[in-house]
C-alpha cells in the first residue's frame, strides 16, 4: 500500500527540499502576478479617475502649478502606472492568501487556522498605511515643498512622471511599514524575535522614528510627532505581539540573563 501523496498545501510538518520550496515560490508569484494582471486590466478604464485622486494632495497644498510630460510617451507610462497601483491595490488581498499558502508548510497545525485573519489584518494593515502616507504624509510633505518654491519666487512646473514615481514609492513604503506587527508575530512564533529584545533597542528605535520623520516632514514638532506617533504605536504593538505570542522558552533560557 502506497502513501497518500502530498502536496505543499497539505505538508505541513514534513520537511520540503528546496527546490519544492523554490518551485512553490514561483507558483505564488505567478498567481500573484496573474492577479494583478486582471485588476490591472480591470482598472484601466478609470485611469483618469484614479489619476485625478492621485493629484489631490499636490493640489490641496500647491496653488499654483502645471504638471509637464517631457516625453511623447509619458502620458501613456504615467496612465500604465498608475492603472498597475490600483490594480497592486485591489489585488493586496489575494497576494497575502499566497504568502500565507507559502509559509503554511511551515506553520503548525492551530496556526494554520489563522489563514482569514492573516489576510484581513495583512490587508487591512497594508491599504491603513498607504491611506496615512496620502492622507497624512504628502499634504505635509508637499505644503514644505511649495514654501521653499515660494521663498524662491520659483513656479513649480513638475514632472509628471517625476510626481507620480514619488508618491508610488512612499505609499507603498509606508504600507510596508504598517506591516510590522504582523512581521513581529511570526519571527516572534518562531522564537527569531522576542519582546526583550525590542525592549532593549527602544532608545535607538526611537531616535530613528524621530529621524525618520524629521526627514519626511517640515522642520516643526507638531508634523514631525504627527509622523512619528504612528511609528511608535505600531513599535508598541510589536512588543506586545512579540510578548503575547512569542515562542515559549525553555526553563533555563528564561534564566539566562539578558546580554
Excluded at 515560490?25 to 484601466?44: F, G, K, M, N, Y
Excluded at 498597475?84 to 489585488?91: E, K, R
Excluded at 508618491?167 to 519571527?187: C, H, Q
Excluded at 519582546?195 to 526611537?206: E, N
Aim: glycine residues 4%; neutral net charge.
Amino acid at each position: 500500500m502506497t502513501d497518500a501523496p502530498t502536496t505543499p498545501e497539505t505538508k505541513s510538518k514534513a520537511e520540503m527540499p528546496l527546490t519544492m520550496h523554490l518551485a512553490e515560490l514561483r507558483t505564488r508569484l505567478i498567481r500573484s502576478l496573474a492577479a494583478v494582471l486582471v485588476t490591472t486590466i480591470l482598472c484601466v478604464n478609470y485611469t483618469d479617475k484614479i489619476f485625478e485622486i492621485l493629484q489631490s494632495p499636490m493640489r490641496k497644498t500647491f496653488i499654483t502649478f502645471d504638471f509637464i510630460g517631457t516625453g511623447p510617451a509619458d502620458a501613456f507610462i504615467v496612465g500604465l502606472q498608475v492603472s498597475i497601483l490600483a490594480g497592486f491595490l485591489a489585488a493586496s488581498p489575494f497576494i497575502f492568501y499566497q504568502v500565507w499558502c507559502f509559509i503554511l508548510p511551515g506553520m503548525h497545525e492551530k496556526e494554520q487556522r489563522l489563514a482569514l485573519p492573516f489576510v484581513v489584518l495583512c490587508t487591512l494593515f497594508f491599504l491603513s498605511g498607504t491611506f496615512f502616507c496620502f492622507e497624512i504624509v504628502l499634504p505635509t510633505a508637499f505644503q514644505y515643498f511649495y514654501e521653499q518654491y515660494t521663498s524662491l519666487a520659483v513656479k513649480p512646473q513638475i514632472k509628471i512622471d517625476e510626481y507620480l514615481s514619488f508618491i508610488i514609492k512612499l505609499m507603498l513604503v509606508f504600507g510596508g511599514v504598517f506591516e510590522l506587527p504582523i512581521l513581529s508575530f511570526f519571527l516572534a512564533r518562531v522564537g527569531i524575535l522576542t519582546h526583550t529584545w525590542l525592549i532593549r533597542q527602544a532608545r535607538i528605535s526611537i531616535v530613528l522614528i524621530f529621524v525618520i520623520a524629521g526627514i519626511f516632514t517640515p522642520p516643526d514638532v507638531v508634523s514631525q510627532l504627527l509622523l512619528a506617533t504612528p511609528l511608535l504605536v505600531i513599535y508598541a504593538m510589536s512588543i506586545g505581539i512579540a510578548y503575547w505570542w512569542g515562542k515559549p522558552r525553555s526553563k533555563a533560557e528564561a534564566e539566562k540573563p539578558a546580554a
